[in-house]
């Protein structure tokens, strides 16, 4: 079993509407949990961060939390075709000194 | 977010030379740096965890006489790849974790290699 899955996609969206990326995670130990967006060529850049359950949002995205089920999804509000990227789920190791990446999820906003 | 600088942003070389790429961490001390690797359309791979004046550790399968890590400062780390071979052309990326009660890794821009 993958330490942190996600669907690969890809997922396709119209301009405009809700983009909903979902994550697991095996490590019931980790705390911190991330998003990344990755343009094809380009290195990941920090979207957001969360730690404690529930959501958490910065402007159009909105990060959600259940450390319960052991689930982290990201949502992005008003999807715009510059969303389109892959985004990559990461959550800390149980040792906490290295992020697990998930596969990622090709995202594509169509206009 | 913080800022992380790497360079060169691209290099060709020729089989069999030397390559250093170096990370820095502009605005922040980074006590422990990452080097990722990357093939096309594929995902992130961690190569090795570089912690301040200490030696790197080197994830499974990835050879550190041939992959030599240095971080010799809070702000500095670098990647040597020796004896480089057409199969090490990739994409190198580092991050760095800013520390505190967030621990967050900020992505440099990526190097990219090309083995001739």
């Known amino acids: 079993q993958k330490e942190v899955e996600q669907n690969s996609g890809p997922l396709s969206v119209p301009e405009g509407a809700i983009a909903s990326l979902n994550c697991t995670y095996s490590?019931?130990?980790?705390?911190?949990f991330f998003w990344y967006r990755q343009y094809s060529g380009k290195s990941p850049e920090l979207i957001m961060s969360i730690y404690s359950n529930g959501d958490k949002e910065d402007g159009r995205f909105t990060a959600q939390l259940n450390k319960a089920s052991q689930y982290v999804s990201l949502l992005i509000r008003d999807s715009q075709p510059s969303d389109s990227a892959t985004y990559l789920c990461a959550v800390n190791s149980e040792s906490g000194n290295k992020l697990v990446f998930g596969a990622g999820t090709i995202l594509r906003v169509k206009s | 977010g913080a800022v992380v600088s790497q360079h060169p942003s691209w290099v060709i070389c020729k089989s069999g030379t030397s390559v250093k790429i170096e990370c820095r961490s502009l605005d922040f001390q980074a006590t422990t740096m990452f080097w990722y690797r990357q093939f096309p359309k594929q995902s992130l791979m961690l190569m090795a965890t570089?912690?301040?004046?200490?030696?790197?550790?080197?994830e499974q399968g990835v050879e550190k006489d041939k992959f030599l890590i240095n971080h010799a400062s809070l702000t500095l780390s670098t990647l040597t790849v020796t004896s480089a071979h057409p199969e090490d052309s990739s994409f190198y990326i580092c991050s760095a974790r800013a520390g505190g009660p967030f621990d967050e890794q900020f992505f440099g821009p990526g190097t990219r290699l090309t083995v001739l």
């Open positions: 570089s912690n301040e004046g200490s030696k790197a550790t080197y």
């Open positions: 490590d019931r130990v980790s705390q911190s």
